[in-house]
């Protein structure tokens, strides 16, 4: 199946600071890929959907200028968090979308393992 | 309104024991996609099953299957024979459309199953 890997899978950082959290498809190419934001025993909120080689579609009431999104290549997407705070301390999972056929009739999204970030 | 709703905050099984996760949806697009997805304690989100509108017949993947009832906008995961390692977190998931759109969550259901 297809494989989705995220690097780091926690950090620790001091209010302020900026992260960078990387997505990678490892064995597909993905056009697509989405960041979700998930507080704990809460559901998955969609951040942004990044599409390779554009810019990044933001949800409504997520801020651009702090979660800055790159999709550079077709395997790889990074999450910035600018200026980090505690309250965006959370869980971010990235996902790619992978198309069993042309038509995209199926259009899994297949997640990674999630980044635990912890704003001190 | 909410567009996925997954009603059982939590559900108790036992082991070998078959268990329906319950999951309802709205949509006015004839076009939509189902999912279910798992994810343990380790926080990775795995999928399992996925159903079409259109598809004819219920979707099955091993020991999920899905209980697709169009007209109630139901999609109910029925999980056979459950086993220690199926607890956790399951979430019910719907794409509106025919593909090139973002998928929308429910809230989830804990699921544990107990020896």
């Known amino acids: 199946g297809a494989v989705v890997s995220q690097h780091p899978s926690w950090v620790i950082c001091k209010s302020g600071t900026s992260v960078k959290i990387e997505c990678r498809s490892l064995d597909f190419q993905a056009t697509t890929m989405f960041w979700y934001r998930q507080f704990p025993k809460q559901s998955l909120m969609l951040m942004a959907t990044s599409n390779e080689g554009s810019k990044a579609t933001y949800e409504q009431g997520v801020e651009k200028d702090k979660f800055l999104i790159n999709h550079a290549s077709l395997t790889l997407s990074t999450l910035t968090v600018t200026s980090a705070h505690p309250e965006d301390s959370s869980f971010y999972i990235c996902?790619?979308?992978?198309?069993?056929?042309?038509?995209?009739?199926?259009?899994?999204?297949?997640f990674g393992p999630g980044t635990r970030l912890t704003v001190l | 309104a909410q567009k996925i709703t997954q009603t059982q905050p939590g559900m108790f099984v036992q082991e070998k024991e078959a268990v329906t996760l319950d999951c309802t949806y709205d949509t006015s697009d004839p076009s939509y996609g189902l999912f279910w997805y798992k994810q343990p304690s380790s926080g990775e989100m795995i999928f399992l099953i996925y159903q079409g509108s259109y598809d004819q017949q219920n979707a099955t993947e091993g020991r999920y299957s899905l209980n697709f009832q169009k007209a109630r906008k139901s999609a109910n995961l029925v999980i056979s024979a459950s086993q220690l390692g199926d607890s956790a977190m399951y979430f019910c998931a719907m794409r509106e459309g025919s593909g090139y759109s973002t998928l929308t969550f429910g809230k989830g259901t804990m699921l544990l199953v107990s020896p």
């Open positions: 996902s790619a979308r992978d198309f069993l056929d042309n038509s995209g009739t199926r259009d899994t999204q297949y």
